[in-house]
């Protein structure tokens, strides 16, 4: 298991890494905005489940393979941008409707948090991220180094929860005063389809 000396210092670095803005926490913040607190939360628990399937990529030793395979690594970035495309054109065609109803509709909190984990798996800066940020607070006579990345990975999704629960919280609350009105929640929705456009642009043109 790690110790208290690199578990701190790792915790309080994952907490400044979800504050800086990107892909994930402005993801949030629009989803947030037009859908309420808990769809906000959906996605961050969404995102979360992503990020479990990145640590266990680099514990398994995954995350090497996409940070050596251009083609790999060219696939699962073209299959993020895509997807991110889809929700752009859906966002762009959407019309204004009733913040009450979004919040009640369980299908729509699972359709979230679903893309929430399509949103962080299909991006493979997360798994070569993990891949070279874990590691430096290993200690390999620390006991089994797998059993080390795990931990720090539930203790990166736990900084994360807490960051972009916090950002979902005050974006819900500014979203709900404006729910009511339909031309508000075109407005957000355009602006939500605009921010998806250009992480699509953003995540299909990144390189290792």
């Known amino acids: 298991m790690i110790g ?29 905005s037009i859908y309420g607190r808990k769809a906000g939360i959906s996605v961050v628990f969404g995102l979360c489940t992503g990020l479990l399937v990145h640590t266990a990529a680099v514990a398994l030793g995954i995350a090497a393979v996409l940070q050596t395979s251009a083609t790999a690594f060219t696939a699962l970035k073209l ?4 997807y991110l495309l889809w929700l752009a054109w859906q966002a762009f065609r959407a019309r204004g409707r009733s913040l009450t109803v979004s919040r009640e509709s369980r299908r729509t909190l699972w359709q979230l948090y679903r893309r929430g984990i399509v949103m ?15 590691p430096q607070f290993v200690n390999p006579e620390a006991g089994p ?9 539930g203790l ?17 609350s500014l979203g709900a005063r404006i ?23 953003r995540l299909a043109t990144t390189n290792r």
């Open 145 to 153: 180094v797998a059993l080390q990345i795990v931990s720090l990975g």
């Open 179 to 201: 729910g009511k009105s339909e031309r508000a929640q075109k407005i957000l929705n355009r602006i939500a389809g605009t921010v998806f456009l250009l992480l699509a642009v």
């Open 156 to 172: 990166f999704i736990v900084a994360t929860l807490l960051v972009f629960g916090a950002i979902s919280f005050v974006a819900g």
């Open 120 to 134: 962080n798996v299909t991006n493979p800066k997360v798994s070569i991220f993990f891949l070279a940020f874990l």
């Open 4 to 32: 208290v000396d690199a578990a701190v210092p790792f915790f309080f670095a994952s907490v400044l890494l979800g504050l800086a803005p990107g892909p994930d926490n402005i993801f949030v913040l629009a989803q947030s």
């Open 79 to 82: 299959a993020g941008a895509l």
